[in-house]
Structures are given as structure tokens and as C-alpha cells.
């Protein structure tokens, strides 16, 4: 693998070399290399893991000031599970630099999905070996919680119900949600729909069903409650 390259990409740059190789390195890759000291990612993406789930926790934490707990915990399992792991480690090309044995690169072990989402682990684990957890909280503010704060997890959220939540805590004031506009043919339409909060539209939502609509506007407008 290219460290160099892969720093540069980052904008991070490693004072141990080892640790980066190591998040990159597949038991394959050991298993036919037993004559050279090399070690696999399995460790590193234990302590990534616990990494991931504390910087994520905390931001949630932070960032949801009245989200509660069940909810935030149903987030934060939508943002750590595999799959968004993967696409994390996709966004960063992390496939192209991993270390593999031959038998599991000709069988597509580099965008095998199981193994990306470790290798992206691994690799905060060596992060924050190397520079502390600080740094490893500004590489999930540069490519983790951009996607949380723009929606790409709302599909595991109910917005609606938790701003209806909010707003029962005031008095005299009711929600309502208008859909606004309709865009596009009809298999492929557009919904934008207003929140609107005691006569005031506070949150606007665009989504390919009404719903998602409604959801994205929710989100808005507590996104306006939480600042």
C-alpha cells in the first residue's frame, strides 16, 4: 500500500507507519506472509469500534438537546451498523489500499462489504492511537456527521413525533404539515412540504414521498429548536 498517497488523500500524516499499514492489512494478506512480521487489522478494529461509538454518542448527545434517549440510541445504531460503515469506507476509497491474501482478492475480498466496514474501524483505531481521540473526532466531523446533520440517517428516525413532543410543552400551539409543491413526472416526483408552528413555518422538507417530506421539515424545525 501507498501510506504516502493515502496521507495525503486524508490530510493526516502518521508519526507510525506500522499503525496505518496495520488497519490496512487483512489476515489473508498474513497468513501468506508468515516469513515477514506483519500483523492483521482484527485489534485495531476492536479499539476503532469503541472509538466510533463515543464519537458518534457524543455528538448525538450534543447536537439532539431534546432527543431522547431511546431515540438517540436508534440513531446512533443506524450511523454504526455495517452498511453505513461500508459506504463511509467507500466515500474514502479505503478499498483500494487494503492488504489482501491472493485467494481473497480474486474473489472480490476488495469491496467485500464485511470487510470494508472493519478496515474503516481499524483505521480509527489506529487514528486515535497515533493522535488521540481528538483528531479522531475531527476525522468523523470531516466524513461521518456531515451525513447525520444533512438527513442521510432519517430513514431510522421519527422526526414528527418527536417534535410533537416538543411543541406539546408549550401551550396554545399546534403543528401542521402543507405540502407546498410537486415536482417531476409521476415516477419520479418531488414533494416539498413546510412545517408550520403556531402560524409560522419553522422547517422546510423536500423528499421523494410525502412522508420523507414531512420527515425532513420535522427535522428542520427541530434542528431550529435545538440552536
Known amino acids: 500500500m501507498n501510506v504516502t498517497q493515502l496521507e495525503k488523500q486524508l490530510d493526516i500524516t502518521f508519526k507510525n507507519h506500522t499503525l496505518i499499514k496495520q488497519a490496512f492489512t487483512h489476515s489473508s494478506y498474513v497468513n501468506e506472509h508468515r516469513k515477514e512480521v506483519f500483523s492483521d487489522n482484527e485489534?485495531?478494529?476492536?479499539?476503532?469500534?469503541?472509538?466510533?461509538?463515543l464519537g458518534v454518542s457524543q455528538y448525538l448527545y450534543r447536537k439532539n438537546k431534546t432527543m431522547p434517549e431511546g431515540e438517540m440510541t436508534k440513531l446512533r445504531a443506524s450511523i454504526v451498523c455495517e452498511?453505513?460503515?461500508?459506504?463511509?469506507?467507500?466515500?474514502?476509497?479505503?478499498?483500494?489500499?487494503?492488504?489482501?491474501?491472493?485467494?481473497?482478492?480474486?474473489?472480490?475480498?476488495?469491496?467485500?462489504?464485511?470487510?470494508l466496514a472493519d478496515v474503516f474501524e481499524a483505521f480509527l483505531g489506529a487514528l486515535y492511537l497515533d493522535h488521540g481521540f481528538d483528531q479522531a473526532l475531527h476525522f468523523l466531523e470531516q466524513h461521518v456527521f456531515p451525513k447525520i446533520s444533512t438527513g442521510a440517517f432519517s430513514h431510522a428516525m421519527d422526526y414528527k413525533s418527536q417534535l410533537q413532543e416538543l411543541v406539546q410543552q408549550y401551550k396554545n400551539q399546534s403543528i401542521e404539515y402543507e405540502i407546498v409543491d410537486e415536482k417531476g413526472p409521476s415516477h419520479n416526483k418531488e414533494f416539498i412540504t413546510h412545517v408550520i408552528i403556531k402560524g409560522d413555518v419553522k422547517g422546510i422538507g423536500v423528499g421523494r414521498t410525502k412522508k420523507e417530506a414531512e420527515q425532513r421539515a420535522a427535522k428542520k424545525a427541530l434542528d431550529e429548536f435545538n440552536n
Request: hydrophobic content about 40%; proline content about 5%.
Open 43 to 53: 485489534r485495531l478494529e476492536f479499539l476503532g469500534d469503541a472509538v466510533l461509538e
Open 83 to 115: 452498511p453505513s460503515l461500508v459506504n463511509f469506507a467507500r466515500d474514502l476509497n479505503f478499498g483500494d489500499h487494503i492488504l489482501l491474501g491472493k485467494g481473497e482478492e480474486q474473489t472480490g475480498g476488495r469491496d467485500r462489504p464485511a470487510l
